[in-house]
């Protein structure tokens, strides 16, 4: 059965420091990722997605990248945080074809930047 | 472009009593219609969807949901609520051709004793 995996599920991070988040699937290949925040009472916002190895596409200009440096893995970096940065971090992950299956997720990374 | 509206950020209603959560949506293209919820703290779950076909549609904890095209709705209705329901409800739309998801803000449903 597919799983995903997400880490860590609580940060407390200080302004301008690195971030990684990190995502991985199993028991699937070459699954279609995304990278979702969902701030407090404004539901989620799609910050990233990636069809395969190397491919991403960004949503929102912002202060996040996005890689995948294998099929099966999704991380999300910051240089930089910023206070904004703060919020609920998703990762989700659906098969390749399969739009009408919807999405599952992980259970997700509380980000605080202080 | 699309755009789902939840029309109701917060939703309470006592135990055993019937509750509507409403979605708009707005398309010019074929779209699937989705239903997750998410309860504190934890990813959200698919609850229902609609692909095509039949416009009413269960889960299988007594959730169902209704596609009007007419309307462009996708409301969710559950005809007797219990506190373990108690969480917060995404309505959704992929379009039948496409990579993205775009999801609504979010009913928090708060069920009371």
């Known amino acids: 059965s597919q799983t995903i995996h997400q880490w860590p599920a609580t940060l407390v991070q200080p302004v301008g420091s690195p971030l990684s988040l990190e995502c991985t699937v199993e028991?699937?290949?070459?699954?279609?990722l995304y990278w979702y925040r969902q701030a407090a009472g404004r539901g989620l916002q799609l910050l990233f997605y990636?069809?395969?190895?190397?491919?991403i596409s960004s949503e929102v200009p912002q202060n996040l990248s996005a890689s995948r440096p294998q099929d099966r893995q999704f991380i999300l970096s910051s240089k930089k945080l910023l206070l904004s940065d703060s919020g609920f971090y998703l990762c989700?992950?659906?098969?390749?074809?399969?739009?009408?299956?919807?999405?599952?997720f992980g259970s997700g990374t509380r980000l605080t930047v202080v | 472009a699309q755009s789902v509206t939840q029309l109701d950020s917060q939703v309470p209603v006592f135990e055993e009593a019937p509750v509507e959560l409403r979605c708009n949506y707005s398309?010019?293209?074929?779209?699937?219609l989705f239903w997750y919820v998410q309860y504190p703290n934890q990813g959200l779950q698919l609850l229902l969807k609609?692909?095509?076909?039949?416009?009413l549609v269960e889960s299988i904890n007594g959730f169902e949901a209704e596609f009007n095209k007419s309307q462009t709705s996708f409301h969710l209705r559950k005809p007797s609520v219990h506190i373990s329901d108690t969480a917060e409800y995404f309505c959704?739309?992929?379009?039948?051709?496409?990579?993205?998801?775009?999801f609504g803000a979010g009913t928090r449903l708060f069920v009371k004793a």
């Open positions: 989700a992950w659906r098969g390749t074809g399969t739009r009408t299956h919807g999405y599952t």
């Open positions: 028991g699937t290949s070459n699954p279609n």
């Open positions: 990636s069809v395969g190895i190397g491919q």
């Open positions: 398309s010019s293209v074929s779209v699937y």
């Open positions: 609609y692909l095509s076909g039949s416009t």
């Open positions: 959704a739309v992929t379009l039948t051709g496409g990579f993205k998801t775009i």
